[in-house]
């Protein structure tokens, strides 16, 4: 019978040993923006300061400004040379260039059938990922022939954020966390345990509850908290094995040490 508890006790201990996922502090700069977008192994850094939206290198700063439009809700960066801005108050996505020069304007109000987007993600080619507040559907919108690629079935939840690459849209939601394929597919649906925010590098996931920050290997359900020194998460991002986070006046770069 001791055996017995013994063999529990080890294997609950054990169980939670693999539970966390250690991360070790490689840089921290001084930033302060009021919103911290993107960053890459370029020391490239995309960030939001009072409405303008900035591309700061190692050479030079770039910036790019839309008064008529008002404020930038989102930014999405995956395609450093198709950088999306979602000006949701006036139902419109800005395409920039590696320049930040004005390629492309999605103008919803002027499209049918009316689209009402509350999130946006970039897809393959010149498509994006949106949630339609309308048909409760997640769409794949090709902006240069106005026209879907892919649609889901309706989701009745509150969407809460949404990641993508050229292959893959996950759906974050009150309920559940969703991963599609290109095609709309449904390929996984994981019960959402708390979780806020969400951010994908190659197919991992990186999730926010309240001030703890969780990782979803590729392939896995089985969430592992990241142990992080004690400090405020504004914004968070994964590159490859890279987490940032910014605190409202550090930009902190973290290794993950994944398995």
């Known amino acids: 019978m001791k055996f017995l508890l013994y063999a529990f006790l080890f294997s609950t201990l054990y169980v939670h040993s693999q539970a966390t996922i ?3 502090l490689e840089k921290s ?7 911290f977008i993107d960053a890459d192994a370029l020391e490239t850094l995309y960030f939001i300061i009072q409405n303008e939206f ?4 190692t050479k030079h700063t770039l910036h790019y400004t839309n008064l008529q439009l008002g404020n930038i809700h989102t930014v999405n960066t995956f395609n450093p040379l198709r ?4 000006y949701q108050n006036f139902n419109t996505i800005i395409i920039l260039d590696n320049r930040l020069a004005e390629i492309f304007k999605i103008d919803f109000n002027t499209i049918a059938p009316y689209r009402n987007p509350s999130h946006v993600s970039t ?10 507040d309308n048909t409760q559907q997640l769409e794949l919108f090709d902006y240069k ?5 892919a649609s889901t079935t309706p989701i009745n939840a509150e969407v809460l954020d949404i990641a993508s690459n050229y292959n ?3 759906l974050l939601t009150n309920e559940y966390i969703y991963q599609f394929n290109y095609v709309g597919s449904l390929v996984q649906k994981i019960k959402n345990e708390g979780f806020t925010k969400l951010d994908e590098s190659n197919e991992n996931i990186v999730l926010q509850k309240k001030d703890e ?25 994964l590159t490859n094995e890279t987490l940032y986070i910014y605190d409202l006046k550090t930009l902190n770069q973290f290794h993950l040490k994944t398995i």
């Open 22 to 24: 250690k991360v070790t």
């Open 145 to 149: 022939t106005n026209t879907l690629r």
């Open 83 to 86: 950088l999306n801005l979602f």
């Open 213 to 237: 920050l969780f990782y979803l290997k590729k392939g896995t359900t089985n969430f592992l908290k990241i142990e992080l020194p004690d400090l405020l998460i504004k914004q968070f991002l």
């Open 29 to 35: 700069q001084p930033l302060k923006v009021s919103s």
């Open 123 to 132: 897809g393959y080619d010149t498509t994006l990922w949106l949630f339609n």
């Open 168 to 170: 893959w849209c996950w």
């Open 54 to 57: 900035s591309k700061q290198t």
